[in-house]
C-alpha cells in the first residue's frame, strides 16, 4: 500500500481505488457497527492485507463527529454526503 495516503493527514488510503461505491457502503456498515471481525472478513475477500483493512478502519474512524455514511474525499464519481 502506498504509505503516503495512509499516513499523516489522513489521506484517503490508496487501497479504497480498487473498491465499488457499493463495497465501501458495506464497509460504512461493519464500521458503524463496530463488528471489527466481519470488516476483517470482508476486507481478507477483497485481498486486502491486516495491514490495509487496519489502516481503512482507521481512516473510517477520522470523519467528523456526526457525520453520516462514509467519507468520501477521492471517492471517484461520489460527492460529499
Known amino acids: 500500500m502506498d504509505q503516503q495516503n495512509t499516513q499523516g493527514g489522513g489521506q484517503r488510503p ?3 481505488d480498487n473498491i465499488t461505491a457499493s463495497q465501501i457502503d458495506e464497509l460504512d ?3 458503524n457497527e463496530g463488528d471489527h471481525g466481519e470488516w ?3 476486507t481478507e475477500s477483497y485481498g486486502w492485507s491486516k495491514d490495509d483493512a487496519n489502516a481503512v ?3 473510517f474512524g ?3 463527529k456526526g ?3 462514509p ?3 477521492g471517492f471517484p464519481g ?3 454526503r
Request: proline share 8%; net charge neutral; no cysteine.
Open 14 to 16: 490508496a487501497v479504497l
Open 29 to 31: 456498515m461493519q464500521f
Open 40 to 42: 476483517n472478513r470482508i
Open 57 to 59: 478502519w482507521q481512516w
Open 62 to 64: 477520522q470523519r467528523p
Open 67 to 69: 457525520a453520516q455514511g
Open 71 to 73: 467519507p468520501r474525499e
Open 78 to 80: 461520489e460527492g460529499e
